[in-house]
């Protein structure tokens, strides 16, 4: 059973840097993309990027400046690091596999249990 | 603020069909298959249409999507209480070059 384990703290002060951790069990996360979602409070889902094992990353204009994302394949974990962060960044976060496999289509097929991220000022 | 539009919410009773549309444009839904998702509050959302049209193994046949140029649409036949979420259209936008999630349409099932 394909698993995704987030970790990280819930929250975050302003200016700060935002960092999750997915783990995945009983899948490798080589061949795969590799995503994160945001959900604010009240509003609707968000892509914030997507990176393959090789590298290869693409993130959401509107964050491009301040999102990154890397993959460990020894540790079978992708990562996300959010900088600067304000409380318009306070959401749910969600990491999620593309099912796709060799290419990005937004089949996201597997999704961590998310993590709330609260961000204080 | 989403570049695909949804209806923010939608109801029926007990075995009627709902359908939810997702309006877009060109760059997005009339170039790239479109993705459907169900969010239940408290749980993560879950693949519920992909490639425009396609089931994954869980989702029933009652549940159906179809795409035509620049616009798509999901429907569930025989509503049932378990269908009561939040549903998302989701595609890859190719003027922003991101992944972009519809506005949600809200599923009441009175």
């Known amino acids: 059973q394909v698993r995704l384990q987030q970790s990280g703290p819930g929250q975050v002060r302003a200016s700060e840097t935002l960092s999750l951790t997915c783990t995945v069990s009983?899948?490798?996360?080589?061949?795969?993309?590799w995503s994160w979602i945001r959900q604010s409070p009240g509003k609707g889902l968000e892509w914030l990027g997507y990176i393959h094992y090789s590298g290869r990353s693409n993130y959401s204009p509107a964050l491009e400046s301040r999102v990154s994302m890397s993959v460990d394949t020894s540790r079978n974990q992708v990562s996300l690091r959010v900088t600067s962060v304000n409380t318009a960044d306070t959401a749910m976060y969600y990491c999620a596999r593309d099912g796709r496999g060799g290419y990005f289509g937004g089949d996201f097929d597997y999704w961590g249990q998310g993590t709330l991220v609260t961000v204080s000022s | 603020q989403s570049v695909l539009t949804q209806p923010p919410s939608t109801s029926g009773t007990p075995g009627q069909r709902v359908t939810i549309s997702c309006s877009g444009a060109s760059s997005n839904i009339g170039s790239n298959t479109v993705n459907w998702y169900l969010h239940l509050p408290g749980t993560s959302p879950k693949l519920l249409i992909y490639?425009?049209?396609q089931r994954p193994s869980w989702v029933p046949h009652r549940i159906s999507a179809s795409k035509s140029g620049t616009s798509a649409s999901l429907a569930i036949s025989g509503l049932q209480s378990e269908d009561e979420a939040e549903y998302y259209c989701?595609?890859?936008?190719?003027?922003?070059?991101?992944?972009?999630f519809g506005t949600g349409t809200m599923v009441t099932v009175l």
């Open positions: 009983s899948t490798s996360i080589r061949g795969y993309y």
């Open positions: 490639k425009n049209d």
């Open positions: 989701a595609t890859w936008d190719d003027s922003l070059n991101a992944y972009v």
